[in-house]
């Protein structure tokens, strides 16, 4: 992932630098929270777009990976019935492609690992704005629900109105909890730590994982139990 999105996205999980004016967010803050929260769906996408790139490049790299290798078989099945026949240049010939795959391996098998891991962190990412947002959003509906319908306002393209969409997108967390505490004098909810989401993300693939491993285990106890 790209450096400035992994900096974006670390600073809309844990926090940054203010930059929108006060006085804008005093007269519309309902508009500016949700303005927020809109710059962490775009956040979102953004990761999304990463991650199919990613996944599509893993892809590929397992694909090749897989292809190579069987050629790699392939062309040792064909060297031994070469030697057999006494056909020294047909054997020289598949030892010299061998040579070439296996020197290609290698590399594949790092673009796949180097795709695997990147996959993880932006599946980390997305967990961890995911979360962010639904904070925000009830943090957002409690402060609704303490004030009364609320009368014509600043729209949020007003809210918005001056900032680029980058500064938007690295300052959405921080605006939202500094808008929410200005309208109510409360602070919105405690956000969490980069590490400590991706470790979340990590717990919650290893409960995943054990779940799929009692369901096998279950699985192969009653076809034991058949037999």
């Known amino acids: 992932m790209a450096e400035n999105l992994i900096n974006r996205v670390k600073r809309l999980v844990s926090g940054g ?5 006060e006085a804008v967010e005093s007269a519309a803050p309902e508009a500016v929270m949700k303005e927020a929260i809109r710059e962490i769906d ?16 893993k892809h590929h790299a397992s694909k090749r990976l897989m292809e190579a290798s069987a050629k790699h078989e392939d062309l040792a099945d064909k060297l031994r019935l070469a030697v057999d026949q006494g056909r020294d240049d047909l054997a020289e010939a598949a030892i010299s492609r061998q040579i070439d795959l296996e020197a290609q391996i290698p590399i594949l098998e790092e673009a796949l ?3 695997s891991a990147e996959e993880t962190e932006l599946e980390s990412y997305i967990s961890a704005l995911s979360g962010r947002k639904r904070e925000m ?6 402060y609704l629900a ?6 014509p306002g600043a729209s949020p393209d007003s809210a918005a109105a001056g900032s680029s969409t980058d ?8 605006t939202f909890s500094r808008v ?16 400590t ?8 693939q290893v409960a995943r994982d054990n779940r799929i491993k009692e369901r096998l285990a279950a699985v192969k106890a009653v076809k034991s139990s058949d037999s």
């Open 17 to 21: 630098m203010n930059s929108i004016v």
């Open 42 to 57: 775009a956040a979102i996408d953004e990761v999304r777009e990463q991650l199919g790139m990613v996944i599509a490049n």
């Open 113 to 115: 690992n180097s795709a």
């Open 137 to 142: 959003e009830e943090d957002l509906q409690a």
């Open 146 to 151: 303490s004030r009364s319908p609320a009368g």
């Open 167 to 174: 500064r938007k997108v690295e300052n959405a967390e921080n």
């Open 180 to 195: 929410l505490r200005g309208a109510t004098g409360v602070p919105g909810t405690s956000r969490a730590s980069h590490e």
């Open 197 to 204: 989401a991706q470790k979340l993300a990590e717990l919650e």
